[in-house]
């Protein structure tokens, strides 16, 4: 078969990934149209990778055809040694920081630009509908956990992403590399990062790192809340103090992280 040089045919797996990859928080469920549409293959095509992706259980397929992602893929994605390590590692730590916050607690790590939420254990059943659940990925500039992770990231990260543009979320949303800067510089002199209002108004959190056993920080930790809870100096101590029990526990277990995040 001859092709456009311009044009080269995607691989199997290319093809098979593009497909997964169709699949996000607010297309949970999509039927084979949606997933050609989406992924811009065939329809034939489409058929044919999706009969094979089900059948090993990376889809399902619902009452009215639709398919979503499968359990076995989870399970799959559950043996990545970035989440299942810190995610043991922190949770006991996690329900003592939301019993005692009156918070969300949160545990993050950076992916790129952005942070991705490994936990978050919460009374507040709107706090998903604005935050997310784990999975979620949003800008680093926008969280007090992104603050954090991106405070220890790179300078070449930093450079990148204060050079703009910084989407808004609200109006307090940091938009401006300048004052994204100085947030970055206090955040590493403080040891926290504090927002308000910055993903979600009358919202805000406290967050800190976690490190590994060289220093190098790959994950950090925080509580989310209405902006009356946010005490500094009542919340930004235990934070502190749980990120570092997170980081202590997951030394004494001897999980090697060295380099995840950096």
């Given at each position: 078969m001859t092709t456009h040089p311009s044009a080269p045919e995607r691989s199997v797996v290319?093809?098979?990934?593009?497909?997964?990859?169709v699949f996000d928080r607010d297309n949970r469920?999509?039927?084979?149209?949606d997933i050609s549409r989406r992924s811009g293959l065939p329809v034939a095509t489409v058929h044919r990778i999706v009969n094979k992706l089900h059948g090993w259980g990376a889809l399902e397929r619902g009452e009215e055809g639709g398919y979503s992602i499968g359990l076995k893929l989870w399970e799959t994605a559950m043996l990545a040694p970035r989440y299942s390590g810190l995610a043991e590692a922190a949770q006991s730590h996690l329900v003592e920081l939301h019993d005692q916050s009156g918070g969300a607690a949160v545990l993050a790590l950076r992916d790129g630009k952005e942070s991705v939420c490994l936990s978050i254990l919460s009374n507040d059943p709107g706090l998903t509908a604005y935050r997310g659940g784990p999975g979620c990925r949003l800008p680093l500039h926008v969280t007090a956990t992104g603050l954090v992770l991106l405070a220890h990231a790179s300078v070449v990260l930093q450079d990148e992403i204060c050079a703009g543009p910084l989407r808004a979320y609200t109006a307090a949303t940091i938009t401006n590399g300048a004052t994204l800067r100085n947030q970055l510089s206090r955040t590493r002199r403080e040891g926290y990062a504090m927002v308000c209002s910055s993903l979600h108004e009358g919202r805000g959190a406290i967050a800190a790192p976690v490190r590994n056993a060289c220093g190098t920080v790959v994950a950090s930790v925080g509580v989310v809340g209405p902006l009356n809870m946010l005490q500094p100096s009542r919340l930004a101590p235990l934070v502190m103090a749980?990120?570092?029990?997170?980081?202590?526990?997951?030394?004494?277990?001897?999980?090697?992280?060295?380099?995840v995040g950096a």
């Open positions: 290319d093809r098979t990934l593009s497909i997964l990859g469920t999509l039927t084979l149209s749980t990120a570092e029990a997170v980081s202590q526990q997951d030394r004494t277990e001897g999980r090697r992280m060295a380099g």
